[in-house]
């Protein structure tokens, strides 16, 4: 089938073809305008971005096409003091020299800036400025050849969109930052809060910190929505993307959020009144194109309407609920799916005529479905709203409407009784409402109900209480009046909305009772109008609610008790100590939950503090916790100056305490080192006499030297005779033996002296194998790992590395790790009576670093006890045996002071290894 159509199309485009180069060729190229665009944010900034987006598509459309210099301030993320002090010595550097046709300003802060610098830098260049907020045609006065177009944004209209959504809305919330931007809304902010008058409460979130703004969006109230103005910058200074705006927002509270510019939608925002970035720069590029065309600057007038767009995200109306019927006419929905027909209508337009019936029984369908959806939704919604206007009955009736009721029940079979009733309803400031047992129609209403309802008596007598109780209906009523025309009851009292002629609803509680009136049964109604006695109980639970929130966010124990000692609240740590429900805790004793005991305990301050209402603190040991504490009593007089009530604290100062014995530790360690020095010293002396003296004997029995043979000849001694002797008794062993006792002896003394002295924590080249090995001395010189711990009869197993670099660390340190490690290892081993103990002390070189392994075959250790080994204080020794503090010490000095590591491998019977990582370089 052929298409002239599309043929007449194609030739026409040959033809704009064939002559448009002709066209090109024909005509000179005129110079391109010079054109400077000054942006007051940065690059990746969303609403810049649109910005520019619309300016260059605006510019493009010039011939010849501009060239553009772009600039980006990037003001809002620096301060401006110092930012601008720079900037202008940058533009004066890059553009003095040059010559400019236009120049744009984007945002406030570009025009701030630029409009001091005008006459100095650019004189005489024409100026389009943009997105400004707060503009007054006083800032430019003085400067010719300067126009532009306003930003402004509505946030009145915002709210409005909002309120068409959610009509039941009772509070706006309203967010912004101290930035140029956030506050030039401020004033516009006030005058809309003014417009809406009491239709919605504001919530003023201005210049939080990011942790002030994360607790006011988590204790928004019921029926509050947020709207977004801007928090670009918290008060501490930290600077916010957008992104990070909306996930803050959205992670700290349900509500929906409202923004006034379009950067925020497809965000997480259901919309508003938006300002786009992208019109403002098409309108401020299309003023720019009549400027650079020779058009008089004094025709164009600045812009003062901003182009504000209603528009809503289809995807969070969805999700928040939001009908799309309560949006007002001309909204622009985004992100809505569209049908099959605008999905599909090329397609659809370009089948077979045949198929067009089948395509519009499809489309009839797909409408029927629709409507079949929104009408389920909208039953919904009412069935909702129905939910929501029952409310709870009370059980309390006021002292004036009680004195009615007890006067009508008196003076109900008398004229006279009657007619004084009448003049007591008449003048009573309750709602009075008289109506039959059978219509239900009013027979009398009494003036106070008149003047509140806003209909006139006539009117109302054609009417009964159901036309002005929105939220009951007629089998609803029949309910609530049977058992008065059973007789089981003789009043009944419930709370319900009243509607006012105007159509305004207020709620009131009622008490009907039957009576008669004229010989006629009629039922009395008396209502009360609590709207305000509401409000102050929703206000009362609130403050309530707070004061909770504040007294179990305390992390010490936090007890009051009455004058008999009793706890009467508890906090949330007192709770989750003791684990217990806090409601288990109220009406008992404090000594019987924490103690167990039957009394109080006898050093308790509550006992102080009873006696002299002062407040007192005692540090007390709680045995069941294995914790101290620091116990304070603090007495709550009331108005007349006595004791209500006791505030007991109760603060967990365990770690300090333990801090305290570390520090007596340390100083205990440090006499005892001193102590070791000088035994060391005094040991030392006699050492060195008895090696002189062995080898003197040595020098003085040799037959080689030539004084001694003369002595010896002298005296009728053969030198050579006693040297034969000595070996053959085997006095040379032993004196062999004298020496090397002795050196052993001084080595000992040397490494104690070393280990002992006070060190300067300094650094040092070492031999890694021969810290070991010191450290092995040391062990098998220590007494209990001799005779206790029998450390001689241990395996000592050495692989050792002999390639190791020199290792550059604090060599006592070291030795004391390695020390350490040894000694708890053989400890280890002779607690289980291991057959055949076995210490593997092992070296090698890792990329680089030095790992130290020490390895036992001892009954190793589970994987709980693996995660407390290196706390301070753990030990699994007797009392005596150990302080907890020699893994805790040998890990700040690895990790800490050399910046290794160090960790323990092991399983419960299969011994344990410690291994230990320096790096070769500090």
Not at 9 to 33: E, H, M, N, R, W
Not at 122 to 136: E, I, K, L
Not at 446 to 472: C, F, R, S, V
Request: aromatic residues 8%; hydrophobic residues 40%; charged residues 25%.
């Amino acid at each position: 089938m052929k298409k002239p159509a599309n043929h007449s199309f194609v030739l026409l485009v040959l033809l704009f073809l064939l002559l448009s180069p002709l066209t090109v060729i024909g005509q000179p190229k005129d110079t391109a305008p010079r054109v400077l665009i000054l942006l007051s944010y940065d690059q990746k900034n969303p609403w810049t971005a649109a910005l520019l987006e619309g300016l260059e598509a605006g510019l493009a459309t010039a011939e010849p096409e501009p060239e553009l210099y772009i600039e980006y301030m990037d003001s809002k993320r620096h301060s401006q003091e110092v930012l601008f002090s720079q900037l202008k010595k940058l533009y004066r550097t890059k553009y003095g020299a040059m010559t400019f046709d236009l120049i744009i300003l984007g945002d406030n802060n570009a025009f701030d800036f630029f409009l001091p610098l005008r006459t100095s830098l650019f004189p005489g260049v024409p100026v389009v400025f943009c997105g400004v907020n707060n503009f007054f045609p006083a800032s430019i006065e003085g400067h010719d050849k300067i126009t532009g177009v306003v930003e402004k944004s509505n946030i009145l209209e915002t709210i409005q969109l909002a309120l068409s959504l959610q009509p039941d809305t009772r509070h706006v919330a309203v967010l912004s930052d101290n930035t140029p931007t956030g506050l030039a809304y401020r004033k516009e902010l006030l005058e809309s809060m003014s417009a809406l008058g009491n239709r919605v409460s504001f919530i003023d979130l201005f210049n939080q910190t990011e942790k002030e703004l994360i607790r006011s969006l988590a204790d928004l109230p019921q029926k509050s929505i947020v709207l977004l103005i801007s928090f670009y910058r918290d008060r501490n200074g930290k600077q916010l993307s957008i992104r990070e705006q909306l996930q803050l927002i959205q992670n700290n509270t349900s509500h929906p959020v409202y923004a006034l510019w379009d950067l925020y939608l497809g965000r997480g925002i259901v919309g508003g009144a938006l300002s786009t970035g992208h019109s403002q720069g098409k309108d401020t590029a299309l003023l720019g194109l009549r400027i650079l065309a020779g058009e008089d600057m004094n025709q164009l007038s600045v812009l003062q309407t901003s182009p504000n767009i209603p528009t809503v995200d289809y995807r969070m109306m969805q999700q928040h609920g939001l009908a799309l019927k309560r949006l007002p006419e001309g909204t622009v929905i985004l992100n809505k799916p569209g049908s099959f027909y605008s999905d599909h209508k090329q397609i659809i337009w370009l089948t077979l005529l045949l198929l067009l019936l089948q395509t519009l029984i499809i489309v009839f369908l797909i409408h029927t479905i629709r409507r079949r959806r929104l009408a389920e939704l909208q039953l919904q919604e009412q069935k909702d709203h129905l939910q929501d206007l029952v409310t709870q009955q009370t059980a309390e009736l006021s002292a004036t409407n009680t004195e009615l009721l007890e006067k009508v029940t008196s003076l109900n079979n008398s004229l006279q009784q009657e007619e004084n009733l009448t003049r007591i309803i008449e003048d009573s400031l309750n709602e009075i409402f008289l109506f039959d047992t059978t219509s239900y129609k009013f027979v009398f209403v009494n003036t106070g109900a008149l003047q509140n309802i806003g209909y006139t008596m006539d009117e109302l007598l054609e009417m009964t209480p159901l036309d002005i109780k929105p939220d009951i209906k007629k089998a609803s009523f029949e309910e609530i009046i049977a058992p008065l025309l059973s007789k089981k009851q003789e009043n009944v009292v419930f709370e319900t909305l009243h509607r006012r002629k105007d159509g305004s609803t207020y709620t009131v509680e009622i008490h009907l009772q039957q009576s008669v009136y004229r010989s006629q049964p009629v039922f009395v109604s008396i209502g009360l109008d609590v709207t305000e006695r509401n409000k102050r109980e929703e206000a009362l639970l609130q403050s309530n609610g707070q004061w909770d929130r504040t007294f179990n966010s305390f992390t010490d124990i936090v007890t009051l008790q009455d004058k008999d000692l009793l706890i009467i609240k508890a906090n949330q740590a007192a709770c989750t100590t003791l684990e217990l429900p806090c409601d288990s805790i109220v009406g008992r004793h404090c000594y019987e939950l924490f103690h167990g005991a039957s009394e109080i305990c006898p050093d308790c301050p509550t006992l102080e503090t009873q006696k002299s209402l002062k407040p007192y603190s005692r540090e007390i040991y709680h045995e069941k916790l294995n914790k101290t504490f620091l116990v304070s009593a603090a007495p709550v007089l009331d108005s007349q100056g006595k004791l209500e009530y006791i505030a007991h604290v109760a603060k967990d100062i365990t770690a300090w305490k333990q801090l305290e014995d570390r520090l007596l530790l340390s100083e205990k360690m440090t006499s005892v080192a001193g102590l070791a020095a000088g035994v060391a010293h005094e040991i030392n002396t006699p050492l060195s006499g008895i090696l002189q003296s062995e080898q003197l004997i040595r020098m003085g029995l040799s037959p080689d030297t030539p004084p001694n043979l003369k002595v010896a000849e002298k005296h009728g001694v053969n030198l050579s005779s006693v040297q034969a002797y000595m070996k053959e008794q085997e006095l040379d062993f032993f004196m062999d033996g004298i020496r090397s006792s002795a050196l052993k002896a001084s080595q000992i003394i040397k490494s104690l002296l070393d280990f002992s002295r006070p060190q300067d924590g300094s650094f040092s080249t070492s031999d890694t194998n021969a810290l070991v090995k010191d450290a092995v001395a040391l062990a098998k010189s220590d007494y209990n790992l001799r005779k206790k711990h029998d450390i001689i009869n241990i395996n000592i197993v050495e692989e050792y590395d002999r390639n190791l670099p020199l290792l550059f660390c604090a060599k006592v340190e070291i030795e004391q790790v390695l020390l350490n490690l040894i000694k708890n290892a053989v400890q280890a081993m002779a607690e289980n009576k291991m057959r055949k103990p076995r210490l593997i002390l092992r070296t090698l070189q890792v990329g680089e670093v030095i790992r130290i392994e020490v390895e036992d075959n001892g009954p190793g250790m589970e994987n709980g006890l693996k995660k407390q080994i290196f706390n301070p204080f753990f030990t699994t020794k007797e009392i005596g045996e150990g302080t907890g503090l020699g893994l805790s010490v040998s890990y700040t000095i690895i990790c800490e002071k050399h910046h290794g590591k160090i960790w323990v491998e092991s399983e419960a019977g299969k011994g344990a290894r410690f291994v230990v990582e320096l790096p070769i370089k500090q």
